[in-house]
């Protein structure tokens, strides 16, 4: 992305809904997962930085960073639906955003146990919120199985933008990584 584009880029994912999770509408089963990560730019920065961080990182990074979003993503799903109240999940979810981007700007290294922790710990927190949205009488697997599939698919293209050559990785990662730190300050400013 060119420089001069990036300020419009970044007003543009600024004007989507602070968060996905605005109460609004019905949320019953599959197709309403599949788009729920899709239509906040929360959700939608920190899936795509997970794939991007773990191309970084390279190696067992590449499947171990994503699998692991998605298993504690599943779990934090399970905790909502069981009634059981997390506060400030919302903060949480933003905090991710503002987290992720920083650690693809500055493609901090650490060790891959600290590394599958705080994936999990961001999932854990996404799942929660995302289940939060079903209503009485939705068809929660289906729903999960829906932003589940979309979340791999979003970790995929932030693997396959960090694959695309290691020349431009370090523009895109930090270009990347700024915009989440935009996005999550600006929402946990808002939280």
Not at 90 to 97: D, G, L, P, Q, T
């Amino acid at each position: 992305m060119k420089a001069n584009r990036l300020p419009v880029f970044i007003g543009l994912m600024l004007s989507l809904p602070a968060q996905a999770h605005t109460g609004a509408g019905a949320v019953h089963g599959f197709i309403d997962g599949l788009l729920h990560p899709l239509l906040g730019a929360d959700h939608l920065l920190v899936m795509l930085a997970i794939g991007l961080w773990a191309a970084m990182r390279g190696g067992r990074a590449l499947w171990l960073l994503p699998m692991s979003f998605l298993s504690a993503m599943a779990a934090g799903a399970g905790v909502s639906l069981l009634g059981i109240t997390i506060t400030a999940a919302e903060s949480w979810v933003a905090f991710s955003v503002l987290a992720c981007g920083w650690l693809v700007w500055s493609n901090c290294r650490m060790s891959s146990g600290l590394a599958v922790v705080l994936a999990a710990v961001f999932a854990f927190g996404h799942g929660y919120v995302h289940a939060a949205e079903l209503q009485a009488g939705a068809d929660a697997v289906s729903y999960a199985a829906g932003f589940l599939l979309t979340t791999a698919l979003l970790h995929g293209l932030g693997i396959a933008a960090g694959l695309s050559g290691s020349a431009r990785l370090k523009t895109i990662g930090t270009g990347f990584g700024l915009l989440c730190a935009v996005v999550g300050t600006t929402l946990l400013a808002g939280a």
